[in-house]
């Protein structure tokens, strides 16, 4: 999902700055290349921020799965729990990262704008649509993990109780 917002946002970059398409709104004259560093702050950045809206999203849901049993329900529910708190978190890092738009330097012209792209894109379509929708389609195969692995992982619960889901609620929605 990652590799999603990225490659939208290079895109999009490529496109303002190699083709230098809005170069007099961005004051800027485009050169034919993006600097290679670019992407790679990109990525490192929008892959740390995205993570930390997918563990909120994903610990909201697998609480409500634990509770209920039934991954529709429970999708639904993080979702309103999240969505809104999600979307306000990237509306701030997008006007952070956009404000860079406005600098001076081409370089951090292009990774602030950059960055905006791929977390608006990254939190509003693939957060707060994509995933949920995957989930969603997953059905119970969301929480499905080998014996083996689950004999050898630590159960760690967020809010301190047991992380065990109630075996007759996941055995009826199953």
Known sequence: ??????????????????????????????VGFIDAIVPVVIFCGLFGLSMDYEVFLLARVREEYLRTGDNTEA??????????????????MVTVFGA????????????????AVAVFLDATI???????AAMRLMGHWNWWLPKWLDDILPNVSLE??????????????V
Do not use: C, Y
């Open 100 to 115: 860079f738009a406005f600098a001076s330097l081409v370089p951090i012209k292009t990774m602030g704008l950059g960055l």
């Open 126 to 132: 693939v957060r707060v649509v994509l995933v949920p």
């Open 1 to 30: 999902m990652n590799l999603l917002s990225v490659a939208a946002a290079i895109g999009i970059l490529t496109w303002i700055f190699q083709e230098g398409h809005l170069a007099q709104l961005l004051d800027f004259k485009a």
């Open 75 to 92: 999708v639904g529910w993080g979702l309103e729990h999240t969505a809104g708190i999600i979307t306000s978190a990237a509306a701030i």
């Open 160 to 173: 301190g109780g047991s992380d065990e889901p109630e075996p007759e609620r996941v055995a009826a929605a």
